[in-house]
């Protein structure tokens, strides 16, 4: 029968999306974040750190006057619109820039500085006048080790000594160059070969080895044994470094490899909330009344702009041009678009130029778009098992401390089954959501 059909379609559409969720790399979810990011993320919570001498002082600075830097990076740094060391930096870059060098993890969620951190750290170790490679930077990704490039190239805008190159596939080179780059940065497949097999780089000479989101990297096959074959090759003085967003047990396991003797610094990502969230549900029967349902809404209230989360790409696809058929501006974020395309596309939603952005789940996770005071779940957020998705849901709605302001969250549920799944998120948070009827809305003001 036709339901059923339209939902085994559905089905196997939403599989589709959860497959693309999985190629839909780390890496890739990874770029987006930094293409889209303009600024630090908030973060009240103190970092923890666990020092590999417990009696030597920790030192913590609160200005950049105080790593007394060179001059040529203290310009660099303020030209950057950096005012003052963030949250992790406080910390790390004292530890980082100590003599003798300082081995370093350090976990926390992207956006918090790490880049900016180590990139300075390299800037600082560097001597220019020595015309070979001194510091080594692995990232999982070719557009990855690009984006740190341009840090090192905006950090170091008034130190043009110190010469930076990528060593990425493609970058062909001819036998038996020696680079005179201080700097190299790439990909560990083609750094390992230029250390080895092309000797490019005399792996002795170097004094800082850093490694980028470790946890993305051991995601690709193959990155975490190249990884760690170079740095075997390093001198033994050799700062090492490494960082990344997430630690589960493996990325662990990886990091104590490729750093041994370590200081670690952790900050923990803040907490998201439900409790400044209007949290309601409508109750409909099919796509086409919650559509109605939606412009009920949009007549009765005020929305400066939204965010719309639907199940696949066909209803994202379909509920985008229903929309805009109504007259409203509509943004639409979908599974098949280069990362670039996606930036792109949420950069315009945060300059307001459009008011309304349909996306499946798979695009939007992890971005935060601060002002967007509306959330509407035309679909609710499901695991690939059909049960409830208590993390997504949060997520999607939830705010962090700083960032408190009201919000509105409007669930759409048309079955008996997703009404079960609405009640289990309810129960999962312990919180209300309540019904709202969409032809008298004058409650929800
Ligand atoms: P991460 O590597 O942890 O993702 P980044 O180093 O890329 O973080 O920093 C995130 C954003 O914050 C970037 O836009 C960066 O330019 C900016 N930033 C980094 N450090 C500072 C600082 N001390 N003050 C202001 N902005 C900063």
Redesign the pocket.
């Known amino acids: 029968n036709a339901t059923d059909s339209s939902s085994a379609a559905a089905k196997s559409e939403a599989e589709g999306d959860n497959k693309a969720a999985d190629d839909d790399d780390k890496a890739a979810q990874?770029l987006l974040?930094?293409l889209i990011?303009?600024?630090?993320?908030n973060n009240t919570n103190q970092v923890e750190v666990l020092q590999k001498d417990p009696n030597s002082p920790l030192y913590s600075v609160k200005s950049?006057e105080e790593l007394r830097l060179k001059p040529q990076l203290l310009q660099g740094?303020y030209g950057?619109?950096?005012?003052?060391?963030?949250k992790?930096?406080e910390t790390a870059l004292p530890m980082m820039l100590a003599e003798p060098p300082q081995n370093l993890i350090a976990q926390?969620?992207?956006?918090?500085?790490?880049?900016?951190?180590?990139?300075l750290a390299m800037l600082s170790h560097v001597d220019p006048n020595n015309r070979y490679p001194q510091c080594l930077c692995v990232s999982p990704t070719y557009e990855l080790a690009l984006?740190t490039g341009k840090?090192i190239e905006?950090m170091g805008k008034h130190y043009p000594e110190v010469k930076l190159v990528y060593a990425i596939r493609g970058n062909k080179l001819q036998r038996g160059v020696k680079l005179q780059e201080q700097i190299v940065i790439g990909t560990p497949g083609t750094m390992l070969d230029w250390c080895s097999k092309f000797k490019f780089i005399d792996p002795k000479k170097i004094k800082v080895f850093v490694l980028?989101e470790a946890d993305v990297m051991i995601a690709t096959q193959g990155h975490q044994d190249q990884s760690i074959r170079i740095q075997r090759m390093l001198p033994k003085n050799c700062q090492m470094l490494l960082?990344s967003?997430t630690f589960e047990e493996t990325v662990w396991n990886f990091a104590q490899r490729i750093v041994p003797d370590p200081n670690i610094i952790k900050l923990k990502r803040e907490e998201e909330t439900l409790d400044t969230i209007k949290q309601y549900y409508v109750l409909c029967n099919c796509k086409e009344e919650k559509f109605q349902a939606l412009c009920n809404i949009y007549g009765a209230i005020t929305i400066a702009q939204a965010m719309i989360f639907c199940h696949t790409r066909k209803t994202a696809g379909w509920l985008a041009g229903e929309l805009s058929r109504e007259g409203h501006q509509v943004a639409l974020l979908s599974g098949e678009m280069q990362v670039e395309q996606r930036a792109a596309v949420i950069e315009r939603f945060r300059d307001g130029k459009e008011k309304v952005l349909v996306t499946t789940n798979v695009c939007a996770r992890g971005i935060d778009v601060e002002q967007v005071s509306v959330v509407i779940n035309f679909d609710l957020p499901v695991d690939k098992d059909g049960n409830p998705d208590n993390e997504t849901y949060l997520h999607r709605i939830g705010r962090t401390g700083r960032f408190g302001k009201r919000g509105l969250a409007i669930n759409m549920v048309d079955s008996k089954m997703s009404m079960n799944i609405l009640n289990r998120i309810q129960e999962h948070f312990n919180k209300r959501i309540e019904k709202l009827d969409t032809d008298d809305l004058d409650e929800i003001e």
């Open positions: 990874s974040n930094k990011r303009n600024n630090l993320v950049f740094v950057m619109g950096f005012n003052r060391p963030s992790i930096q926390s969620q992207s956006g918090t500085g790490k880049t900016a951190a180590f990139v984006q840090v905006q980028d960082f967003a």
